[in-house]
């Protein structure tokens, strides 16, 4: 597929700006996608009652697939001249993860829980490269200055579209009948990422990241021997996982527990969304302020806020505070993780950084989901299950600000200090 926008003509700084354009109307789009599995998928799940442990692997398994499949990012990139062709074929394969889960009815009820493991992990296989492809992209196709701000406007954008399509898709699960409704949401979420993806592909890189040689005719770039990659390598882990334990539990225990409807479901994510949105445009103001550190921190602290309110209370409404935190502080830490990540990336090596950043949060992400399920599947119950993710969040917040891998050199300060300007 061809770029077809003409934007051969513009200098480098309309290019960027149109970049900029196309990124936030391809998160635009996305996030009017994202509802059908992100929210409404584990509880289309539980009404197929689905056990606590599928429904971790319904997490879990696309996680430990795209980690696999990422490995082939370098191999793959040095295929395509551009890394926007190289996202071509695997950004498309992967936006079948909105479409599949729409045959689910089609098939003997005993089989339907699994189709949807099955639906989530075929389109994990493409996602490993394109996820990698698509962070290269984003690094060469704006100044490094503007990385901050690009995320969080995208963030911003991205969690409003999330909140209409959630509340749209609330509204036509609750009144349509069971299954078409499901039906119907996948599809209108496959078309909406099909309109994403069209963005993707009239992005044009600033600078275009060389195509490496193949593998022995230069010594070979190691992210891991790097002190600042590791730091962020240990922040990304200790943030996923603490946070991704309670993904497959929060759902369960809001509808299984307390007796939430699609309907409010979808109220709950609004609310989290609504938060996230306010969050995303304040973020670069607070790192600029205080560090991306720091920042990352106080956002899993408010993440543990969260969790805790979600753990004591009996009452549906007094979730919508704790939902909104939860935005709140994931919001923040996860605009910031980006931000370190760039400020400690060298701009000749994205790929294999990339790559390895990738592959470390579809590894933590992988983690965190089983441990949960695991946890609800013993004789444990779903309260303390929250309240041991709390803890775990609470260590994150405390870990995540201590130079553990030793303190940076002085040009490495100065060099984030430019690049959040």
């Known amino acids: 597929m061809e770029n077809t926008d003409d934007s051969s003509s513009l200098t480098t700084s309309e290019l960027a700006e149109h970049n900029f354009t196309r990124l936030v109307l391809d998160i635009a789009w996305f996030g009017l996608a994202v509802p059908a599995t992100a929210r409404f998928l584990s509880v289309y799940a ?67 829980p699994w189709w949807l493991v099955l639906a989530v992990a075929l389109p994990a296989f493409p996602q490993g490269i394109s996820s990698v492809m698509f962070l290269v992209m984003l690094r060469e196709s704006v100044e490094n200055s503007r990385i901050t701000a690009l995320m969080s406007r995208r963030s911003l954008i991205f969690n409003v579209t999330v909140a209409v399509g959630t509340l749209a898709f609330g509204v036509w699960l609750e009144e349509a009948p069971f299954p078409l409704n499901y039906q119907v949401m996948f599809l209108a979420a496959f078309v909406f990422s099909l309109m994403s993806y069209l963005n993707v592909q009239r992005v044009q890189a600033l600078a275009p990241e060389p195509v490496t040689p193949e593998p022995g005719a230069v010594a070979p770039v190691k992210p891991w021997k790097s002190l600042a990659f590791q730091r962020v390598a240990f922040i990304c882990i200790v943030m996923h996982v603490s946070f991704f334990t309670l993904s497959p539990i929060i759902p369960l225990h809001l509808v299984d527990g307390l007796g939430a409807s699609e309907g409010f479901m979808s109220i709950f994510a609004v609310a989290e969304l ?27 602290f408010v993440t543990a806020v969260s969790s805790l309110i979600l753990a004591l209370t009996p009452y549906l409404p007094v979730t919508l505070f704790a939902s909104a935190l939860s935005g709140a502080g994931w919001t923040v830490a996860a605009i910031s993780l980006f931000a370190f990540f760039s400020e400690n990336t060298p701009a000749d090596s994205l790929t294999p950084y990339s790559t390895l950043y990738n592959q470390i949060v579809m590894l933590s992400v992988f983690v965190g989901p089983i441990l949960g399920s695991q946890l609800a599947s013993s004789s444990i119950d779903l309260t303390a299950v929250l309240l041991i993710g709390t803890v775990l969040r609470v260590i994150a917040a405390l870990l995540i600000p201590l130079d553990l891998f030793g303190r940076p050199n002085r040009q490495r300060r100065a060099f984030s200090a430019r690049g959040l300007k």
Do not use: C, K
Not at 80 to 105: D, E, K, M, N
Not at 286 to 294: A, D, E, Q
């Open 46 to 112: 539980i009404r197929l009652d689905a056990s606590p442990v599928l429904l971790g692997w319904l997490t879990a398994l696309p996680a430990i697939i795209a980690l696999a499949t990422s490995g082939l990012s370098a191999w793959w990139r040095r295929r395509h001249a551009t890394t926007v062709q190289a996202i071509v074929w695997p950004g498309l394969g992967y936006r079948f993860i909105f479409l599949l889960p729409a045959f689910t009815p089609f098939l003997p009820e005993a089989w339907q």
């Open 274 to 300: 609504i938060a996230a949105a306010a969050m995303a445009a304040l973020t670069n103001r607070i790192v600029r302020r205080i560090g991306t550190r720091p920042t990352i921190a106080a956002g899993m």
